[in-house]
């Protein structure tokens, strides 16, 4: 059984500080990695991807990949009351049912931005 | 605008009744996805489709239907048969199988909030 786990949560962190969101996956052969955003009673809106280890920033956001430990992981920095919403980690499992881009989501970790 | 729209954004069934959620998207994507989200649950996969007339079971087809007549649009029937259809329902869609999938990211619909009375 192919697995995404995140921390539910709530992390709550201070305006201005960096929020760290934090993700694990159990299939190893997995390639390619998402975050989405989603605010309540809202779809998930995709932050960014990254399919290589090491680090890829985005703005005020920044992916970290460590494929070697299965683990990938979403710092915002400066965060902000409006980057308050729950963040989902979606690994493509290629192979998984026997087609390529379906993704296996994990139950997202819900982060509070304190003004 | 380019996107995927989903309609109606609320439903309400009735029990023993089918009813179909539209999902339509002008991206010229050629993959698209129905998900389930429960509260306090991840996504779902209910059933994909890669390429017009054809379509794929996803982890939790039963009771569910599609079609794929078109690339524009991908319709999800839930039937009388799903037990507990009451559940927050995202359409999403991906270039697909004309990209490497490595890079094939999906993108989302609104989603359709369907209850059960």
């Known amino acids: 059984q192919k697995e995404v786990e995140q921390n539910s949560g709530p992390l709550s962190v201070p305006e201005g500080a960096i929020a760290s969101l934090n993700c694990t996956y159990s299939d190893r052969g997995s390639q390619s990695f998402f975050w989405y955003r989603q605010y309540s009673g809202k779809s998930p809106e995709l932050i960014m991807f990254?399919?290589?280890?090491g680090d890829k920033e985005d703005g005020r956001f920044t992916a970290q990949l460590n494929k070697a430990s299965q683990y990938v992981s979403l710092l915002i920095r400066d965060s902000q009351p409006s980057d308050s919403a729950t963040y989902l980690c979606a690994v493509n499992g290629k192979g998984y049912g026997g087609s390529q881009g379906n993704l296996i989501f994990g139950k997202g970790t819900k982060l509070s931005v304190k003004p | 605008d380019g996107g995927i729209t989903q309609s109606p954004k609320y439903l309400f069934r009735k029990e023993g009744q089918n009813v179909t959620l539209s999902c339509e998207q002008n991206?010229?994507?050629?993959?698209m996805y129905w998900y389930r989200q429960d509260p306090g649950q991840g996504l779902r996969l209910i059933y994909y489709s890669q390429i017009v007339n054809d379509f794929q079971k996803g982890d939790i087809a039963e009771g569910y239907s599609v079609s794929r007549e078109k690339k524009e649009s991908f319709p999800l029937t839930v039937t009388s048969a799903q037990k507990n259809p009451t559940a927050f329902y995202l359409c999403?869609?991906?270039?697909?199988?004309?990209?490497?999938?490595?890079?094939?990211?999906?993108?989302f619909g609104p989603g359709t909030r369907l209850t059960v009375l």
């Open positions: 990254i399919y290589s280890n």
């Open positions: 999403a869609s991906s270039i697909g199988a004309t990209t490497l999938f490595l890079y094939d990211t999906q993108y």
């Open positions: 991206l010229n994507h050629d993959a």
